[in-house]
């Protein structure tokens, strides 16, 4: 499948209104149409122009857009940071700016309980 840029259209068509010219001289009924490819030829490179300037504005944007999601995150970051210090780490009032509190330390099993047999059948004793 051949694949056709608007740069390689522009150059087909500047190639056959070139070639096209000499003979508009014996063939007056084309004249016309190659006045239209002239001023479509014209068009399609001010297309191409535009697009190019779009993007390279897309660009200069999606820049912009990363550099301020950075420094969002930054803020957001050291705001979270600065209301755990004043607020304490497991404060529950985090929740109402948007930061999650820490979660209290589930409490361990006494040590003094024994762990459970493992479960299986029963050894079989022999005679």
């Not at 109402?96 to 029963?122: E, I, S």
């Amino acid at each position: 499948m051949a694949t056709f840029t608007l740069a390689k259209l522009i150059s087909d068509w500047e190639l056959l209104n070139a070639a096209l010219q000499p003979h508009l001289t014996d063939m007056p009924y084309l004249k016309d149409k190659a006045t239209e490819l002239e001023g479509l030829i014209a068009e399609a490179k001010g297309m191409d122009t535009k697009q190019q300037d779009l993007r390279g504005s897309l660009q200069e944007t999606v820049r912009q857009r990363k550099d301020l999601e950075k420094r969002g995150k930054d803020l957001h970051l050291h705001l979270a940071a600065v209301l755990r210090g004043t607020l304490g780490f497991d404060n529950q009032t985090l929740l109402g700016f948007g930061v999650k509190p820490r979660r209290p330390r589930k409490k361990k099993a006494p040590a003094d309980t024994p762990a459970p047999a493992p479960a299986g059948p029963p050894p079989t004793q022999q005679k």
